[in-house]
């Protein structure tokens, strides 16, 4: 996994938890669908290109996953259910963390699982 995540990826993140903060509607919440249409927007304004912004996707699903969340990607294309912002930047904050600590170590392969993956 660590091979395939872009350099971009923490600041893609980091950019999408701003946006995703900021369109929550009055009662905290935003659509799974919105966190997307963020993180592409977060990718074009980087100047990243589709491949890095799919990748930093995947890295999100994984990360939602590891949290608990049964279907990540499903709810990365709802438009009909709410969730709580809070729920929202919980993922979109330890995707951030984990690429930035996988940036920082020297990881092999077979041990470049978010830390909430490993059971």
């Known amino acids: 996994m660590g091979n395939i995540v872009p350099d971009s990826t923490p600041e893609i993140l980091e950019r999408t938890l701003d946006i995703v903060r900021l369109r929550a509607n009055s009662n905290g919440e935003c659509f799974g669908g919105e966190i997307m249409e963020a993180m592409r927007e977060a990718g ?4 990243a290109d589709r491949l890095e912004t799919l990748l930093t996707r995947t890295v999100l699903v994984q990360t939602m996953e ?3 969340e049964h ?9 009909e259910n709410r969730m709580p ?8 904050r330890e995707a951030i963390d984990w690429t930035l600590r996988l940036k920082s170590e020297d990881v092999r392969p ?6 909430a993956m490993e059971r």
């Open 44 to 47: 074009t304004a980087l100047g």
């Open 66 to 68: 590891s949290l608990g």
């Open 71 to 79: 279907y990540p990607a499903a709810v990365l294309q709802d438009y």
């Open 85 to 92: 912002d809070s729920k929202a930047l919980r993922y979109l």
């Open 110 to 115: 077979e041990s470049a699982i978010p830390v």
